[in-house]
């Protein structure tokens, strides 16, 4: 019988992408401190600016966090005065979350921060690497959430 080839831990495709994930939001959660934001508060204004009115549900999924933790982090950047809630509209019984002027002001001051982590982070790439490594990592998950 051939002998498998052990693949050392260092080198698996799964390890290597949690410690980037790690180092990453290590990096990034020690950078917004410094405006008194977290990882998580920073990915809710990011997606507010980019969806305004979208339910706490799906600000959860895109944030990746749990309903529960969105509750806790709409109602932190609430009492911030980052963003407001009201009734939607369309529906009543729905609060719609929406930006404030503070919290525009917030996110662009952040997004400087972000933007210099990535920029730190792919800077040794040339454009061409980094969309190929980022449509690798697309395929990725793509492979996992298929199944």
């Known amino acids: 019988m051939g002998r498998e080839r052990v693949v050392p831990k260092e080198n ?11 180092a990453l939001r290590t990096t990034l959660d020690s ?7 977290t990882t998580a508060q920073y990915a809710v204004l990011y997606h507010l600016a980019r969806s305004p009115g979208v339910s706490s549900a799906e600000l ?7 309903p529960q933790t ?9 009492r911030k005065r980052f963003l407001v809630r009201r009734p939607s509209p369309k529906n009543p ?26 920029e730190r982070m792919l800077g040794s790439l040339s454009r061409s ?3 190929q490594l980022a449509a690798w990592l697309t395929h990725l998950a793509e492979q996992l959430e298929r199944h």
């Open 129 to 131: 690497e980094s969309e």
């Open 93 to 118: 019984h729905f609060l719609e979350s929406r930006l404030t002027k503070d919290g525009a002001g917030a996110l662009r001051r952040a997004q400087r921060q972000v933007d210099t982590i990535h």
């Open 31 to 37: 950078a917004l401190a410094e405006q008194d934001l």
């Open 70 to 78: 969105m509750i806790r982090l709409v109602r932190g950047l609430e």
């Open 12 to 22: 698996e495709v799964g390890y290597l992408v949690k410690r980037v994930q790690l």
């Open 60 to 66: 959860a999924r895109l944030s990746f966090v749990t």
